[in-house]
């Protein structure tokens, strides 16, 4: 069966798009992931872990918001690429702060609003960028990645100490990022 031109290029598009929504959800569970061993060795409380998950919420849900106004006027490859970029390099940051509870928080709190820079505007990248039929089959392909993030991230912090499973992370969603920058800019040029 060949494949109209218009379905190969949904399909590239929903494929990035999953690819980089799964690497939101295993930065969002990594620190769930983690916390048997964070509590174990002391990295921090419960209390605190409960602190760190509040705040993310709070500002991811204050972020979509925001970037939901700031997505209908600039381009969302630069949102969804630069949210990965700099939600990345907060997750690295985590095992260098964790020892200053509140620059963890301040931390943390950011990487939920540079993850909510993801959602929306990739959904409207999808939505703009394919004819009509297809924008929904992509949606669903890149939600249903989002369950693949919790496994991955449960994965990590089986196998690997702390630190490296927060490094490991934050790497996959930096060079997602980065990747996604790419890719898009090719599908631009491309038309």
């Given at each position: 069966?060949?494949?109209?031109?218009?379905?190969?290029?949904?399909?590239?598009?929903?494929?990035?798009?999953?690819?980089?929504?799964?690497?939101?959800?295993?930065?969002?569970?990594?620190?769930?992931?983690?916390?048997?061993?964070?509590?174990?060795?002391?990295?921090?409380?419960?209390?605190?872990?409960?602190?760190?998950?509040?705040?993310?919420?709070?500002?991811?849900?204050?972020?979509?918001?925001?970037?939901?106004?700031?997505?209908?006027?600039?381009?969302?490859?630069?949102?969804?690429?630069?949210?990965?970029?700099?939600?990345?390099?907060?997750?690295?940051?985590?095992?260098?702060?964790?020892?200053?509870?509140?620059?963890?928080?301040?931390?943390?709190?950011?990487?939920?609003?540079?993850?909510?820079?993801?959602?929306?505007?990739?959904?409207?990248?999808?939505?703009?960028?394919?004819?009509?039929?297809?924008?929904?089959?992509?949606?669903?392909?890149?939600?249903?990645?989002?369950?693949?993030?919790?496994?991955?991230?449960?994965?990590?912090?089986?196998?690997?100490?702390?630190?490296?499973?927060?490094?490991?992370?934050?790497?996959?969603?930096?060079?997602?990022?980065?990747?996604?920058?790419?890719?898009?800019?090719?599908?631009e040029k491309k038309g």
């Amino acid at each position: 069966m060949k494949l109209r031109s218009e379905v190969k290029k949904a399909i590239g598009y929903g494929a990035i798009c999953a690819i980089a929504y799964c690497t939101v959800y295993i930065s969002r569970d990594t620190l769930s992931a983690l916390s048997p061993q964070l509590t174990e060795k002391a990295i921090f409380t419960t209390g605190q872990l409960g602190t760190l998950s509040s705040l993310f919420f709070i500002t991811y849900a204050v972020g979509q918001l925001i970037n939901g106004i700031i997505g209908d006027k600039i381009n969302g490859k630069y949102m969804v690429s630069f949210g990965l970029i700099f939600a990345g390099l907060c997750l690295f940051a985590m095992p260098l702060l964790a020892a200053v509870p509140w620059l963890a928080y301040t931390v943390y709190s950011a990487m939920g609003f540079f993850l909510a820079m993801v959602y929306a505007p990739m959904t409207k990248l999808i939505a703009e960028n394919n004819e009509p039929d297809l924008p929904t089959r992509c949606n669903v392909a890149h939600s249903m990645a989002s369950y693949l993030g919790a496994p991955l991230a449960g994965l990590f912090a089986a196998w690997l100490a702390w630190k490296q499973a927060f490094r490991l992370s934050s790497s996959l969603v930096i060079a997602m990022g980065v990747v996604f920058f790419v890719v898009f800019t090719v599908f631009e040029k491309k038309g």
